[in-house]
C-alpha cells in the first residue's frame, strides 16, 4: 500500500543508511550507500573523512552537473509482510560555506556517534525534497 508523506518521511528518517542516486553529465547513474540526517523536507550527507582517494567525489561532481536527485530508504525481512520503500526525490546542492555547513554537520554528529570525535568536514550536500513516495506491504501503522 502506499505511505502518506508523513508515514514515508518518518520511515526514511528511521534507516542509518540510504541509496543516493545521482546522474552525470552525461546522463549515466551513479548509486551510493550514504549517512544522511533528515530535517524536515530536506535531507543532508557530508563527506567525511572515511578513506577516500579525493574530497571531490563522483556524487559531487555528478550534482554539479546534474542537481536532481532520488534517495532510497527500504526495509527488507524475510517475513515479507514487513516490507517497506521510501524514495525521497529532490534538487541537491553543494555547499562549502561553514557557516552553511554548520547546521547540518551539527544534525549529522547528533545522530551518528562516530562522528562526535571527528565530525565531518565536508562539503554538505542539500537536498530539497520535493516528492516522497513510499509503499509497504501492510498498513502503514502497523509493524
Avoid at 562549502?96 to 547546521?103: I, K, P, V, W
Amino acid at each position: 500500500m502506499q505511505l502518506n508523506e508523513a508515514t514515508a518521511r518518518r520511515r526514511f528518517g528511521s534507516v542509518p543508511v540510504v541509496r543516493l542516486a545521482t546522474v552525470d553529465a552525461l546522463g549515466r547513474p551513479h548509486l551510493v550507500v550514504t549517512t544522511f540526517v533528515v530535517d524536515g523536507d530536506h535531507i543532508y550527507l557530508a563527506v567525511d573523512q572515511k578513506p577516500k582517494t579525493s574530497r571531490e567525489l563522483k556524487r559531487v561532481r555528478n550534482i554539479r552537473a546534474n542537481p536532481e536527485v532520488a534517495a532510497l530508504a527500504d526495509h527488507y525481512d524475510d517475513d515479507w509482510r514487513r516490507l517497506w520503500w521510501v524514495r525521497a526525490d529532490g534538487s541537491a546542492r553543494i555547499t562549502t560555506d561553514a557557516n552553511l555547513m554548520a547546521g547540518p554537520i551539527e544534525l549529522l554528529t547528533a545522530r551518528y556517534p562516530q562522528y562526535r570525535s571527528d565530525p565531518p568536514r565536508g562539503p554538505v550536500i542539500a537536498i530539497t525534497v520535493t516528492a516522497w513516495s513510499g509503499w509497504a506491504y501492510t498498513e502503514p501503522d502497523r509493524p
